[in-house]
């Protein structure tokens, strides 16, 4: 069993940035494929990124690339979301997750893919 909380959300300017934390707290957090997933108001949970267990592998979807970085401290069981550049449509409820990493790829996209999930972080970027 692991246990998932983030943190990190806030109110923000579009254009600026800011960076969430999921802290994992059970099992060693290594072992686990990590992902962030978001959901608008009214929308579905959608993918955003994800890192290997080794983290060395990261993938993103195409809406945060090259403006989100998805890292893990081992030492801390803690992985990281930094976003910069931020638009008002990144708005939304923020979700770690953790599947482990015999079941679940560095390549998992999909909400079904992962076993834990966090209980959620807003963010709001304002205009």
């Known amino acids: 069993q692991v246990q998932l909380v983030e943190s990190g959300g806030g109110l923000v300017q579009a254009g600026g940035s800011l960076r969430l934390s999921c802290a994992a707290f059970?099992?060693?957090?290594?072992?686990?494929?990590g992902a962030w997933f978001r959901q608008a108001p009214e929308g579905e949970r959608e993918f955003v990124t994800s890192?290997?267990?080794?983290?060395?592998?990261?993938d993103y979807a195409d809406s945060v690339k090259d403006r989100f970085i998805i890292s893990r401290d081992k030492s801390k069981n803690t992985a990281y979301l930094q976003m910069y550049s931020l638009k008002p449509e990144d708005t939304a409820d923020y979700y770690c997750?953790?599947?482990?990493?015999?079941?679940?790829?560095?390549?998992?996209?999909?909400?079904?893919?992962?076993?834990?999930w966090g209980q959620g972080t807003r963010v709001t970027v304002s205009s």
């Open positions: 059970g099992r060693t957090f290594s072992d686990y494929t």
């Open positions: 890192i290997s267990w080794s983290g060395l592998n990261t």
């Open positions: 997750a953790a599947g482990h990493m015999r079941t679940t790829t560095p390549w998992a996209r999909e909400v079904r893919d992962f076993d834990y």
